[in-house]
């Protein structure tokens, strides 16, 4: 089964950037479109970043503008640049097959902004 490993959260000042990393496991990685999720304490996991196969890219509207996926599939990791960061982008962030989320769920990274 494809494993997931995210990476790259922490604490950062409301402005401040950070770079997510998930490494997939497995040859299934280069053929599907990934998402990177986040999870908000007592809220929902939403999709925040899609990129498929091949390098098309969608953004939820709260992030458009500021973050950025992109995939290195001979690696087999996604990457999430988040700049302009604000309070309310805290969350888990996790990655994941989309639209349906189909792959098991790694531990995610956590991403703390400060005001």
């Known amino acids: 089964q494809v494993q997931l490993v995210e990476s790259g959260g922490g604490l950062v000042q409301a402005g401040g950037s950070l770079r997510l990393s998930c490494a997939a496991s497995g040859s299934i990685f280069s053929i599907n479109a990934m998402g990177w999720y986040r999870q908000a304490p007592g809220k929902q996991r939403e999709l925040v970043a899609r990129?498929?196969?091949?390098?098309?890219?969608n953004y939820a509207d709260s992030v458009k503008g500021r973050f950025t996926i992109s995939r290195d599939n001979a690696k087999n990791t996604v990457y999430l640049q988040m700049n302009s960061l604000k309070p309310e982008d805290t969350a888990v962030y996790y990655c994941n097959a989309s639209p349906l989320p189909t792959m098991k769920w790694g531990q995610g990274t956590q991403v703390t902004v400060s005001s």
């Open positions: 990129i498929t196969s091949y390098g098309i890219t």
